[in-house]
Every structure is written in structure tokens, then in C-alpha cells.
């Protein structure tokens, strides 16, 4: 497997596998949500957000709660599907469309904020990095927030070590939070606030803003 293609393999087209996504242990779920909720809570509202990947929906269905208007993506046919179902059952409007996160077919500055979360970490390069980057800064008008795994975590040094050691390499890609600014700063993003879980936990959530310079 060509570790720079690995990530769309888990592009979720089959709906029994997409199924399964919507089963998530709740403790992480909520700390997950928790996370969003708290750098939602520091910007404008309402605003037009961009929940790409949606995966099942769940950051889609906390942003229109929380009095936001929401368009959802997703590239797999199948967690569409799943989308479709858990957002409905939510109460939530939104529209739902298939879009790829490297080359999203939106116009120019049309979405107030993209929200990518728990997709970045897949990313296996720095071509496809700066390429998602750029294509969230173009849609955006004022902000994008987007989550990544910081390699200081004692999770991801321990998986450092283990595959210094001979072990198991882990298909997740951790990202000092330099690099992410270097990709936004090249658009005239500036970072505005990380957020994290916890110290010790490895998810992060990072708000950039539109300089406009």
C-alpha cells in the first residue's frame, strides 16, 4: 500500500461499515464535543460552518444546536447515507453534499468557517496538507478550525518509541502545531487559540483567522 494514497482506504462508501462509525464509547464522544463546543463559543454566531468530513454528523448536529447554520460533506457514499439518517433524526436541517476535502467544489470565500475535525492526523505529507489547507482558506471568509494530533503527547511519543524500536508504526500522523501555522500562514491565516482536551491528550483544535493580508 502506497502510504501516500493509505488514507482513502478508510473512506467509508460501504453503509454497514459506516454503521458502525455512529458507535463511539461516550466518554470520548462527549470530551470530543466538548472540545468543539469550546472554540465555537469563542466566535461570532450565528455563522455558516462547513462540517467537512461530517463523518455521521455529530459535529453537524452539535453546530446547528448551538444556533449555527451548517452545510455538511463527506466523499464516502455510505457515511452520506448515515449522515443523512442521524442528522434527520436530530431535528437538523442542513444540506449534504459530497464533496472531496482537497478539492472542494465551493465558490471562493462562500462559508463563514469550515470545520475539519479528526481528519488531519490521516494526512500522511506535506503536499496533502498544504493542499487541504489551501482549499479550506479559499472557501473560508473568516475563520477555519481544524483539529490535529500533537506529537508531544505521551501517547504519540510512546508510539514514536515503539517504532524506533522495531514495533508497530502507527497510521496516524502527528503535527507540530508549527507546521499547521506555517500551511495557514501562507494564506494569511493567523492562529487565534489552540485547544486541547486535556494536556496530556493528543487531540487538538486549532481556530485560525482571516488576516485578509
Not at 454497514?16 to 468543539?36: C, F, G, N, W
Not at 493542499?131 to 510512546?158: D, G
Not at 501555522?181 to 481556530?207: C, E, Q, T
Request: charged content about 25%.
Amino acid at each position: 500500500m502506497d502510504p501516500a494514497t493509505d488514507y482513502k482506504t478508510r473512506i467509508k462508501q460501504d453503509p454497514d461499515v459506516a454503521q458502525r462509525y455512529t458507535r463511539r464509547k461516550e466518554s470520548k464522544h462527549s470530551s470530543e464535543m466538548r472540545l468543539i463546543e469550546t472554540a465555537i463559543s469563542t466566535l461570532p454566531r450565528p455563522m455558516k460552518y462547513l462540517d467537512i468530513p461530517c463523518g455521521a454528523g455529530r459535529a453537524t448536529i452539535l453546530l446547528g444546536r448551538m444556533g449555527n447554520t451548517c452545510m455538511s460533506a463527506d466523499i464516502g457514499d455510505g457515511i452520506l447515507e448515515v449522515a443523512r439518517i442521524e442528522i434527520e433524526k436530530a431535528g437538523i436541517e442542513t444540506e449534504i453534499l459530497k464533496l472531496d476535502i482537497e478539492h472542494i467544489d465551493l465558490p471562493d470565500n462562500s462559508i463563514d468557517a469550515p470545520l475539519a475535525f479528526r481528519i488531519f492526523h490521516h494526512f500522511p505529507n506535506t503536499e496533502v496538507r498544504a493542499r487541504v489547507i489551501a482549499e479550506l482558506c479559499r472557501v473560508s471568509s473568516r475563520y477555519v478550525l481544524i483539529s490535529y494530533l500533537t506529537p508531544w503527547s505521551f501517547t504519540n511519543i510512546k508510539r514514536r518509541l515503539r517504532a524506533a524500536l522495531g514495533g508497530k508504526v502507527s497510521r496516524q500522523h502527528a503535527t507540530p502545531l508549527s507546521e499547521v501555522r506555517a500551511y495557514f500562514g501562507a494564506h494569511s491565516f493567523k492562529l487565534m487559540r489552540d485547544h486541547a482536551i486535556s494536556p496530556f491528550n493528543s487531540l487538538h483544535l486549532a481556530v485560525f483567522e482571516d488576516t485578509g493580508s
